[in-house]
């Protein structure tokens, strides 16, 4: 038997990713996705697209070309401060790094454009997963419609609809949260917050919090302010009164500088509450016959500049295996999940910064640039 057609669940990076390479090698793929339309929502900020796995995962994909033509060049600079403002560490984008940031949306929207039409089907929810012998598998979507597909790909995140047919685990909280906020034309409305950043990323770190942030397109200024505190210290909080919730935020940060406060007190959209959660990073599941997942609904992690990497080099290794066996699409199946899993165990770095106890006395701005050198020399 030949590879059947091939159904994915869910049209992030990850799933578009395969969809792609499954397309360079001939192999008939559709796409489910919940979502009304590519715009129905915000893509997030930018990603650091590493040599080792993101890019890799393009190259198979033989999208370079066009994603060079995304790159934001300059944005691989990062800043390590003090609370106080004081700059520690402070480490220029040479062109030489092999990280280069570009817009999430702009990259989903290249994979988008490698498809064939009809390749998404937009607003398609799946609703249920019904196993029928022989690796065949119905799925149903909201409003009722099926699909009966030979070959399940569960790329549909953290709250997977596939991953329960493989699986009993489920997400835990991971303890911190993230609140989201941006500053538009910074460099000229807030130039002491814009310079504190830089060209590229911020980091200042502290026990129990952290503030990240992005210079994104332009003088965009993009924060995540990062508190280790339980779901029900957020669950107080009223999101839904911007004022109040960025109020209460920003008392956590009570004493740091104000061009640093500012990023989360003078933010120019609501503040956008994101909780972390992580799945056991020992997760695995045994073969299923027609089946498999990946990216986040595989071994979903809290935020460490790698986890949107790691979904697309899923994509891309699953397409080349099934590529590679078209007469035996569960050797490929095989293949592809033990290298994922191999490689989902294993302990993850973004440059300036390891995947660490922020609530940890030990989460300090000398620890993180101690890291990045070592790291980085």
Do not use: C
């Amino acid at each position: 038997m030949r590879t059947p057609p091939v159904t994915i669940i869910g049209a992030g990076l990850g799933g578009l990713t395969l969809a792609r390479v499954l397309h360079v090698h001939g192999i008939p793929v559709t796409v489910y996705e919940a979502e009304s339309s590519p715009s129905a929502r915000g893509q997030g900020g930018l990603l650091d697209i590493h040599d080792y796995n993101g890019q890799r995962a393009l190259k198979a994909a033989g999208l370079m070309d066009e994603f060079r033509s995304i790159v934001l060049e300059g944005r691989q600079a990062l800043r390590v401060l003090d609370t106080d403002g004081t700059v520690l560490l402070d480490k220029a984008d040479d062109g030489t790094g092999g990280r280069p940031e570009v817009q999430r949306g702009e990259l989903r929207q290249i994979l988008l454009d490698s498809l064939p039409a009809g390749t998404v089907r937009w607003g398609h929810k799946a609703a249920g997963i019904r196993t029928l012998g022989e690796g065949r598998h119905e799925v149903e979507f909201d409003g009722g419609s099926t699909v009966v597909t030979g070959l399940l790909v569960g790329a549909d995140g953290a709250w997977s609809r596939v991953r329960p047919h493989l699986s009993a685990a489920t997400p835990e909280y991971a303890g911190t949260s993230t609140v989201e906020t941006y500053l538009f034309d910074a460099d000229a409305r807030h130039p002491a917050t814009a310079k504190a950043v830089g060209g590229g990323m911020l980091i200042v770190p502290a026990p129990g919090r952290e503030i990240f942030a992005h210079r994104e397109t332009g003088d965009t200024l993009h924060t995540y302010a990062a508190l280790a505190r339980p779901l029900d210290w957020f669950a107080a909080i009223d999101f839904t009164d911007a004022a109040e919730a960025t109020s209460r935020i920003a008392r956590e940060f009570d004493g740091w500088a104000p061009e640093l406060t500012a990023l989360i007190t003078d933010g120019d959209t609501a503040p956008v509450l994101r909780h972390q959660y992580a799945l056991p990073t020992d997760h695995r599941w045994d073969r299923v016959p027609g089946m498999t997942l990946l990216g986040d609904a595989a071994h979903l992690a809290p935020p460490n500049g790698d986890g949107a990497n790691r979904a697309m080099l899923d994509g891309a290794e699953l397409g080349q295996a099934l590529a590679a066996h078209p007469d035996d699409v569960e050797l490929a199946l095989t293949e592809y999940e033990q290298e994922m899993f191999r490689r989902s165990s294993e302990v993850v770095m973004f440059d300036g910064a390891e995947v660490h106890g922020m609530d940890s006395d030990g989460n300090t701005v000398h620890a993180m640039i101690d890291m990045i050198t070592k790291k980085h020399g």
